[in-house]
């Protein structure tokens, strides 16, 4: 098949289509606020968690601020009047570290259970988004980089993740210190907490003039990396053909740009926090000399308590402090909605090929299937102005073996990909033994379809697990009785762990037949009813290729087969031959049959001989 998928994806560059795509400001905040909603959620389960996380934090904070209390009544009620005694000291020492101690074992059950409830709802996210991923038709992966979607499950979650450990953390906890403090404070003395708070709107104002700025920043620095690992995701994957036309050289510049610009989307980012969270070092310090300025001369005039002065240093100190937290925290908030914007992005787009309503599925068992295949009156484009086949009507009879040959683009490989329904047709309709395929159950679908492709995908894991795909309910013996059925079992039998050989990512340390004959053998253990080849036997020598021919007509003794390839010597002995050009069936019939017509086959027929690949053409 084409790789059109890959072109149109390094087309759209490493960012998938967002929803309000570059709509308004406020559809990207309404979407955000969605997006928000839909993440909280996932952490209602936990609310009596987080009932007990505020309680906690209440108990540890209030154990914290009450130390600074006890000092003061040292100073002023005792030590000042000098009015004290050893055992009053030893015993406010005591009830000072008992504080200190009731404050550590709060805060530290208040944090484990954060981190035990964060954790666990991020599992939760990242497992729906898998599953969601996992469920998509095609046209979303045509859509949807898939550099971007490893950073939306390994990265974006794991923002996410930092939300609810770290933002909702100091939400709760400095929040709560915030409004104690202040109760505090009025409590001491309510006109120096009265100064004390001019500085609030001065805070206001500042955070307010760094949001757009704070959250460019971060936008930017996010989606530079998505881009980065989108890039290094592709060239991985395409390694080989890189250094087969010697591209290192304008991959490694091309890399180097990226990177710089992530450097440099970095430095800025850092820059803006480091500004955002001086002015605030800045403004704590002011209001701390305004603080000894006021309350020292209060003191001098005798008007205050130097307990109490202490106090108010003590909790102005302590006040910027979880104030400057929650700044910080704003930036990794700003980070958070983005990543769950991205999320909700892809969670709420719903498969275009949907499974049935279960009133409206098949039955009909995979097994008792006969493979009758009717494509009546299909039309399908990839895209709606672009119709690649139009009207089509083509029958297949059960247990018929159907060669399709054509031009490179004449779409083979679509046909195929509507049968499995990895596509829906745009108008008509394909049945299979009479039922629109609609109606099946996807996953009974791909029972009753078995397809093998001209480059077959195996899995990290043993070569048994690869042939029975992980699935428990199929025997170690079932499997390997398919691999000899294939002639996979001699070249299995050769390799260091036999069936238990691990294999590492798509099965790279393997031949590209080897690999072939391992899907064969997966294919054979599945029993699909209609079987399909699409450029299967294209990577094959022609003595491995003799084997799975072998194997292949007695894999499709009894089954509707396709076979489509542009080695005519693989479908010249199909029952019937079809010849596909633009979209459209142009003949079809034997090989014999079309030999004699003279037309498109007869002319592939003979510039195969002439180009010399008589292989090729006589089996
Ligand atoms: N995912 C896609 N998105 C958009 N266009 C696509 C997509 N897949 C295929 N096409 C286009 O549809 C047409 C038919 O492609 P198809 O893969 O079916 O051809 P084919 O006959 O199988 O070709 P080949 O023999 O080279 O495998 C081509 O023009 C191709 O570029």
């Given at each position: 098949?084409?790789d059109?998928?890959?072109e149109?994806?390094?087309?759209?560059?490493?960012?998938?289509?967002?929803?309000?795509?570059?709509?308004?400001?406020a559809?990207?905040d309404?979407?955000?606020?969605?997006?928000?909603k839909?993440?909280?959620?996932?952490?209602?389960?936990h609310?009596w968690?987080?009932?007990?996380i505020?309680?906690?934090?209440l108990?540890?904070?209030?154990?914290?601020?009450?130390?600074?209390?006890l000092?003061k009544?040292?100073i002023d009620?005792?030590l000042a009047?000098?009015?004290t005694?050893?055992g009053?000291?030893?015993q406010l020492?005591?009830?000072f570290l008992?504080l200190?101690?009731?404050?550590?074992?709060f805060?530290?059950?208040q944090?484990n259970l954060l981190q035990h409830?964060?954790?666990?709802?991020v599992s939760?996210?990242?497992?729906?988004?898998?599953?969601?991923?996992?469920?998509?038709?095609?046209s979303f992966?045509?859509r949807?980089?898939?550099?971007?979607?490893?950073?939306n499950?390994s990265?974006?979650?794991e923002?996410?993740?930092?939300?609810?450990?770290?933002v909702?953390l100091?939400l709760?906890?400095?929040?709560?210190?915030?409004?104690l403090i202040?109760?505090?404070?009025?409590?001491?003395?309510?006109?120096l907490?009265?100064?004390s708070?001019?500085?609030?709107?001065?805070?206001?104002i500042?955070a307010?003039?760094?949001?757009s700025?704070?959250r460019?920043?971060?936008?930017?620095?996010?989606?530079?990396?998505?881009?980065?690992?989108?890039?290094?995701?592709?060239?991985?994957?395409?390694?080989?053909?890189?250094?087969a036309f010697?591209?290192e050289?304008?991959q490694?510049?091309?890399f180097?740009e990226?990177n710089?610009?992530h450097?440099?989307?970095?430095?800025a980012?850092?820059?803006?926090?480091?500004?955002f969270?001086?002015?605030?070092?800045?403004l704590?310090?002011a209001?701390l000399?305004?603080?000894?300025w006021?309350?020292?001369?209060?003191?001098l005039?005798?008007?205050?308590?130097v307990?109490?002065?202490?106090?108010?240093i003590s909790?102005?100190r302590q006040?910027?402090?979880?104030?400057?937290?929650?700044?910080?925290?704003?930036n990794?908030?700003?980070?958070?909605?983005?990543?769950?914007d991205?999320i909700?992005?892809?969670?709420?787009t719903r498969?275009?090929?949907?499974d049935?309503k279960p009133?409206?599925?098949?039955?009909?068992?995979p097994r008792?299937?006969?493979?009758?295949?009717?494509?009546?009156?299909?039309?399908?484009?990839?895209r709606?102005?672009?119709?690649?086949?139009q009207h089509?009507n083509?029958h297949l009879y059960?247990?018929?073996?159907?060669?399709i040959?054509?031009?490179?683009?004449?779409g083979?490989?679509t046909l195929?990909?509507?049968?499995?329904r990895f596509y829906?047709?745009?108008?008509?309709?394909?049945?299979i033994?009479?039922?629109?395929?609609?109606h099946?159950?996807q996953?009974?679908?791909?029972?009753?379809?078995?397809?093998?492709?001209?480059?077959p995908?195996l899995?990290?894991?043993?070569?048994?697990?690869?042939v029975?795909?992980?699935r428990?309910?199929?025997?170690?013996e079932?499997?390997?009785q398919?691999?000899?059925?294939?002639?996979a079992?001699?070249?299995?039998?050769r390799?260091?762990q036999?069936?238990?050989?691990?294999?590492?990512e798509r099965?790279?340390?393997?031949?590209?037949?080897?690999?072939?004959?391992i899907?064969?053998?997966?294919?054979?253990?599945f029993?699909?009813r209609?079987?399909?080849?699409?450029?299967?036997?294209?990577?094959?020598?022609?003595?491995?290729?003799?084997?799975?021919?072998?194997?292949?007509?007695?894999?499709?003794?009894?089954r509707?087969?396709?076979v489509?390839?542009h080695?005519?010597s693989t479908?010249?002995?199909?029952?019937?031959?079809?010849?596909m050009?633009?979209?459209?069936i142009?003949?079809?019939?034997?090989?014999?049959?079309?030999?004699?017509?003279?037309?498109?086959?007869?002319?592939?027929y003979?510039?195969?001989r002439?180009?010399?690949n008589?292989?090729a053409?006589?089996?």
């Amino acid at each position: 098949m084409t790789d059109r998928n890959a072109e149109v994806r390094s087309d759209a560059g490493a960012q998938a289509p967002s929803r309000h795509g570059s709509g308004s400001d406020a559809g990207a905040d309404q979407s955000k606020r969605t997006s928000f909603k839909a993440m909280m959620s996932y952490a209602q389960p936990h609310k009596w968690a987080f009932a007990g996380i505020f309680f906690c934090s209440l108990l540890g904070i209030s154990a914290d601020l009450l130390q600074p209390y006890l000092v003061k009544i040292a100073i002023d009620d005792h030590l000042a009047i000098g009015q004290t005694s050893v055992g009053f000291l030893v015993q406010l020492a005591a009830i000072f570290l008992g504080l200190a101690v009731i404050s550590f074992i709060f805060t530290y059950v208040q944090n484990n259970l954060l981190q035990h409830v964060g954790q666990n709802i991020v599992s939760r996210i990242r497992k729906d988004l898998f599953k969601h991923i996992s469920k998509m038709s095609m046209s979303f992966f045509d859509r949807f980089h898939i550099g971007s979607l490893v950073t939306n499950v390994s990265s974006d979650t794991e923002t996410i993740s930092s939300f609810f450990t770290q933002v909702l953390l100091s939400l709760i906890r400095d929040g709560m210190m915030l409004v104690l403090i202040i109760v505090f404070m009025f409590q001491l003395d309510p006109v120096l907490a009265g100064y004390s708070l001019i500085v609030l709107p001065v805070i206001a104002i500042v955070a307010v003039l760094f949001r757009s700025r704070l959250r460019r920043a971060y936008q930017n620095a996010r989606t530079r990396l998505s881009r980065l690992i989108a890039f290094t995701a592709e060239n991985l994957s395409g390694m080989f053909l890189i250094q087969a036309f010697h591209q290192e050289e304008e991959q490694k510049k091309r890399f180097k740009e990226q990177n710089t610009l992530h450097l440099k989307a970095n430095i800025a980012q850092a820059r803006s926090n480091v500004i955002f969270n001086r002015t605030f070092d800045i403004l704590g310090n002011a209001a701390l000399v305004m603080m000894v300025w006021l309350g020292g001369r209060a003191v001098l005039g005798e008007s205050l308590q130097v307990g109490v002065l202490y106090a108010f240093i003590s909790y102005i100190r302590q006040f910027f402090q979880p104030i400057n937290q929650i700044t910080m925290q704003w930036n990794t908030f700003q980070s958070t909605t983005v990543s769950m914007d991205r999320i909700w992005n892809i969670l709420s787009t719903r498969p275009e090929v949907a499974d049935p309503k279960p009133g409206n599925a098949s039955t009909l068992e995979p097994r008792n299937v006969m493979g009758q295949i009717d494509f009546n009156d299909v039309s399908f484009g990839y895209r709606a102005d672009r119709p690649l086949i139009q009207h089509m009507n083509l029958h297949l009879y059960p247990g018929e073996m159907v060669g399709i040959v054509g031009t490179t683009g004449a779409g083979k490989s679509t046909l195929i990909s509507l049968l499995n329904r990895f596509y829906d047709v745009n108008q008509g309709s394909i049945e299979i033994d009479g039922i629109d395929i609609r109606h099946f159950p996807q996953a009974n679908l791909h029972r009753i379809v078995g397809l093998i492709q001209q480059e077959p995908f195996l899995f990290s894991g043993s070569i048994i697990d690869n042939v029975r795909m992980f699935r428990e309910d199929i025997t170690r013996e079932q499997a390997i009785q398919a691999c000899r059925f294939v002639g996979a079992h001699a070249m299995i039998s050769r390799l260091p762990q036999g069936y238990d050989t691990r294999l590492s990512e798509r099965g790279s340390g393997l031949s590209a037949g080897e690999r072939q004959l391992i899907s064969f053998a997966r294919i054979v253990v599945f029993q699909p009813r209609v079987l399909i080849l699409d450029e299967a036997t294209a990577n094959l020598d022609s003595h491995t290729e003799q084997l799975v021919q072998q194997a292949l007509e007695s894999v499709s003794q009894g089954r509707t087969t396709i076979v489509i390839a542009h080695r005519l010597s693989t479908v010249m002995h199909a029952d019937r031959i079809l010849v596909m050009e633009n979209g459209e069936i142009v003949e079809e019939g034997s090989h014999q049959k079309l030999i004699a017509a003279e037309g498109v086959y007869a002319d592939l027929y003979t510039h195969a001989r002439e180009a010399g690949n008589d292989s090729a053409i006589s089996g």
